[in-house]
């Protein structure tokens, strides 16, 4: 009785780390991982000749053991379909603060809010209350956060 429990154990253990190393989400391999943990236990538990305070501690260390050997599974082989394997390169998002003064070109009609091309960059922005055309030079005269305030740029 205590080697089919030992059995299911492994079993189940093996389909748990199968599902969660090799085949992406939770399904039979999982659940039915699961299943057989919950029926191992429960026949170490119910094994005959053992008191209840063996069987539970029995039942507590495969657990600890158990939970052992799928943290050092997974620091060891970093499950692929969870860690993203290559770098994302690229410059950051400019700050900005550091568009305030800096002029650009209206994309779209801003009442008041729109797109403008500012830097070579396009930015969600919001006017101080007035309409301005798409196509209309702009200048920045306020950041607050990640809200961008323009204005019509002066004529030249």
Do not use: N
């Not at 008191?51 to 050092?72: C, E, P």
């Not at 779209?108 to 070579?120: D, F």
């Amino acid at each position: 009785m205590l080697t089919l429990a030992v059995v299911l154990l492994v079993i189940g253990a093996l389909l748990l780390a199968l599902e969660i190393l090799v085949i992406p989400g939770f399904g039979l391999f999982g659940i039915t991982g699961l299943v057989l943990v919950a029926v191992g236990l429960g026949t170490v538990m119910a094994a005959p000749g053992i008191s209840g305070t063996v069987a539970f501690v029995t039942a507590v260390i495969l657990m600890v053991i158990g939970a052992t050997v799928f943290v050092f599974l997974v620091r060891r082989h970093k499950p692929s379909a969870l860690v993203l394997s290559e770098r994302v390169s690229g410059s950051a998002v400019p700050d900005p603060k550091q568009l305030v003064g800096s002029s650009g070109v209206a994309l779209t009609h801003l009442r008041p809010t729109g797109t403008v091309e500012l830097a070579g960059k396009r930015w969600s922005v919001v006017t101080e209350g007035e309409y301005i055309t798409a196509g209309t030079a702009i200048m920045v005269v306020q950041v607050e956060g990640q809200r961008i305030v323009v204005k019509q740029a002066p004529e030249a």
